[in-house]
Protein backbone atom coordinates (compact mmCIF):
# COMPACT_ATOMS: atom_id res chain seq x y z
CA UNK A 1 0.00 0.00 0.00
CA UNK A 2 1.13 3.73 -0.98
CA UNK A 3 1.87 5.60 2.05
CA UNK A 4 2.02 9.62 1.08
CA UNK A 5 4.02 11.76 3.21
CA UNK A 6 3.94 15.40 2.67
CA UNK A 7 6.18 18.28 3.89
CA UNK A 8 7.45 21.64 3.33
CA UNK A 9 4.67 23.93 4.74
CA UNK A 10 4.73 26.51 7.23
CA UNK A 11 3.97 30.09 8.34
CA UNK A 12 4.76 33.11 5.89
CA UNK A 13 3.89 36.25 4.74
CA UNK A 14 1.92 37.39 1.69
CA UNK A 15 3.95 37.28 -0.96
CA UNK A 16 6.25 34.72 0.34
CA UNK A 17 7.47 31.86 -0.81
CA UNK A 18 7.71 27.59 0.26
CA UNK A 19 8.15 24.54 -1.53
CA UNK A 20 5.93 21.42 -0.95
CA UNK A 21 7.71 17.90 -1.04
CA UNK A 22 5.57 14.45 -1.59
CA UNK A 23 7.36 11.35 -1.31
CA UNK A 24 5.89 7.90 -1.41
CA UNK A 25 6.33 4.85 0.97
CA UNK A 26 5.65 0.93 0.48
CA UNK A 27 5.35 2.30 -3.80
CA UNK A 28 6.43 3.96 -6.84
CA UNK A 29 4.79 7.53 -8.23
CA UNK A 30 6.39 7.40 -11.64
CA UNK A 31 3.61 5.12 -13.02
CA UNK A 32 1.34 7.76 -12.07
CA UNK A 33 -0.06 11.59 -12.40
CA UNK A 34 0.38 13.40 -9.63
CA UNK A 35 -1.78 16.35 -8.04
CA UNK A 36 -1.84 18.58 -5.44
CA UNK A 37 -4.84 19.16 -3.33
CA UNK A 38 -5.80 21.80 -0.61
CA UNK A 39 -8.16 21.79 2.02
CA UNK A 40 -8.85 25.14 4.16
CA UNK A 41 -10.94 25.29 7.21
CA UNK A 42 -14.43 24.54 6.79
CA UNK A 43 -14.02 24.08 3.03
CA UNK A 44 -13.91 21.07 0.74
CA UNK A 45 -10.87 19.59 -0.39
CA UNK A 46 -10.11 21.34 -3.95
CA UNK A 47 -7.79 20.96 -6.64
CA UNK A 48 -4.84 22.87 -6.98
CA UNK A 49 -2.13 21.41 -9.49
CA UNK A 50 -1.17 18.01 -11.57
CA UNK A 51 1.87 17.03 -13.64
CA UNK A 52 1.49 13.60 -16.30
CA UNK A 53 3.77 10.96 -15.14
CA UNK A 54 6.34 11.79 -17.19
CA UNK A 55 6.28 15.59 -16.49
CA UNK A 56 5.50 16.76 -19.95
CA UNK A 57 2.11 18.15 -19.00
CA UNK A 58 0.85 20.04 -16.18
CA UNK A 59 -2.65 21.67 -14.50
CA UNK A 60 -3.22 24.18 -12.54
CA UNK A 61 -6.07 25.37 -10.92
CA UNK A 62 -7.23 29.18 -11.85
CA UNK A 63 -6.71 30.67 -8.59
CA UNK A 64 -3.15 29.59 -8.64
CA UNK A 65 -1.93 29.73 -12.30
CA UNK A 66 0.87 31.90 -12.87
CA UNK A 67 2.10 31.50 -9.34
CA UNK A 68 2.27 27.94 -8.22
CA UNK A 69 4.87 25.37 -10.30
CA UNK A 70 3.98 21.58 -9.99
CA UNK A 71 7.19 19.11 -11.05
CA UNK A 72 8.69 15.58 -10.01
CA UNK A 73 11.35 13.66 -10.16
CA UNK A 74 10.77 10.31 -10.60
CA UNK A 75 13.92 9.31 -9.86
CA UNK A 76 13.71 10.39 -6.21
CA UNK A 77 10.28 9.49 -6.40
CA UNK A 78 8.90 12.51 -5.17
CA UNK A 79 6.80 15.56 -6.44
CA UNK A 80 6.94 19.21 -5.68
CA UNK A 81 4.75 22.64 -5.25
CA UNK A 82 7.04 25.51 -5.79
CA UNK A 83 4.36 27.95 -4.04
CA UNK A 84 5.72 31.97 -4.94
CA UNK A 85 3.42 35.32 -4.64
CA UNK A 86 0.99 33.30 -1.86
CA UNK A 87 -1.58 34.71 -0.26
CA UNK A 88 -4.03 34.52 2.80
CA UNK A 89 -6.55 32.71 0.98
CA UNK A 90 -3.65 30.12 -0.05
CA UNK A 91 -3.90 29.33 3.38
CA UNK A 92 -4.44 25.68 3.65
CA UNK A 93 -3.24 22.08 4.90
CA UNK A 94 -2.19 20.63 1.38
CA UNK A 95 -2.31 16.84 0.08
CA UNK A 96 -0.88 15.09 -2.92
CA UNK A 97 -2.08 12.15 -4.64
CA UNK A 98 -2.20 10.00 -7.66
CA UNK A 99 -4.72 11.82 -9.87
CA UNK A 100 -6.54 10.45 -12.55
CA UNK A 101 -7.04 13.39 -14.91
CA UNK A 102 -10.44 13.08 -16.99
CA UNK A 103 -10.77 16.50 -19.02
CA UNK A 104 -11.06 19.19 -16.38
CA UNK A 105 -11.66 16.51 -13.48
CA UNK A 106 -9.00 15.32 -11.12
CA UNK A 107 -10.03 12.35 -9.42
CA UNK A 108 -7.51 11.73 -6.37
CA UNK A 109 -6.82 7.78 -6.29
CA UNK A 110 -5.19 6.54 -2.80
CA UNK A 111 -6.69 5.82 0.45
CA UNK A 112 -5.92 6.64 2.76
CA UNK A 113 -4.68 10.34 1.96
CA UNK A 114 -1.44 11.72 3.88
CA UNK A 115 -1.54 13.88 6.97
CA UNK A 116 -0.81 16.99 4.58
CA UNK A 117 1.33 19.65 5.34
CA UNK A 118 0.02 22.84 6.66
CA UNK A 119 0.67 25.97 4.84
CA UNK A 120 -0.58 29.64 6.81
CA UNK A 121 0.17 32.66 4.96
CA UNK A 122 -0.44 36.03 7.23
CA UNK A 123 -1.55 39.13 5.73
Known amino acids: QVQLVESGGGMVQAGGSLRLSCSASGGTLRNYAMGWFRQAPGKEREFVAAISWSGGSTYYADSVKGRFTISRDNAKNTVYLQMNSLKPEDTAVYYC????????????????WGQGTQVTVSS
Open 97 to 112: NADRIQGSNHVPLFEP
